[in-house]
């Protein structure tokens, strides 16, 4: 079955540059959700996103935005790295809507290992 | 906001013992429960999830979960473990807020070592 896809996996970057991660739902998945995992650390959520509009807000640092395009993927582009920023990235998807499709699972992908030097 | 709490960080256990993983959130209104695991270098799997209904879910692997909704738990349960067991176990919580794709909160998790 198809999973969720994103790219790139892995991704070095230096201090104040700026990163795109990009994440494909799983196919008629209208719902995507995005999440930061530190070393060691439990997942964060940061966004989410249904129907192509922002659904749900966590922690998201005001140096990231990300989007939902006509086709349901995703971008999180994040600006003026940190140190701090480098951490795995999952993207989820999920059907989205009202109960009950919205308490649907979501499905995570490989996630996007992100290195800030 | 909610929260969610796991009572146990690690934990070793050997082959055939029983498991129980507890997990207890914070949250007054309607939610959703899930458990995920996570193996080494892998990203996570959906173990199980409650939604309504039944309270005592089952899931792959021989996972099981009972919601109790007065103690506001959800802990996870398995009779026998496997060596293949060994992996990052999170309990999540989905706060129903009204909106259409609500985030996932986390527990820190619970690191599970299954020795043979």
């Known amino acids: 079955a198809a999973g969720v896809i994103q790219s790139p996996r892995h991704l070095i970057k230096e201090k104040r540059e700026t990163a795109t991660l990009k994440c494909y739902p799983i196919?008629?998945?209208?719902?995507v959700y995005w999440y930061q995992q530190g070393p060691g650390q439990d997942p964060q959520f940061l966004i989410s996103?249904?129907?192509?509009?922002?659904?749900d807000k966590g922690s998201i640092p005001d140096r990231f935005s990300a989007q939902q395009f006509s086709d349901y993927h995703s971008e999180l582009n994040m600006s003026s790295l940190e140190l701090g920023d480098s951490a795995l990235y999952f993207c989820?998807?999920?059907?989205?809507?009202?109960?009950?499709?919205?308490?649907?699972?979501?499905?995570f992908g490989p996630g996007t290992r992100l290195t800030v030097t | 906001a909610q929260s969610v709490s796991q009572h146990n960080h690690h934990v070793i256990l050997s082959e055939a013992a029983s498991l129980e993983l507890g997990c207890n959130y914070s949250?007054?209104?309607?939610?959703?429960l899930f458990w995920y695991v996570q193996y080494p270098g892998q990203h996570l799997q959906l173990l199980l999830k409650y939604f309504s209904g039944d309270p005592l879910v089952k899931g792959i692997k021989g996972f099981e979960a009972e919601f109790i909704k007065s103690k506001f738990s959800f802990n996870l349960r398995k009779p026998s473990v496997q060596w293949s067991d060994t992996a990052e176990y999170f309990c999540?919580?989905?706060?129903?807020?009204?909106?259409?794709?609500?985030?996932?909160?986390f527990g820190k998790g619970t690191h599970l070592i299954i020795q043979p």
């Open positions: 949250y007054g209104g309607t939610v959703n």
């Open positions: 996103f249904y129907e192509k509009m922002q659904s």
């Open positions: 196919p008629r998945h209208d719902t």
């Open positions: 999540a919580v989905r706060a129903y807020s009204g909106g259409g794709a609500d985030g996932l909160t």
């Open positions: 989820a998807s999920s059907l989205g809507g009202f109960p009950p499709t919205s308490w649907y699972e979501q499905y």
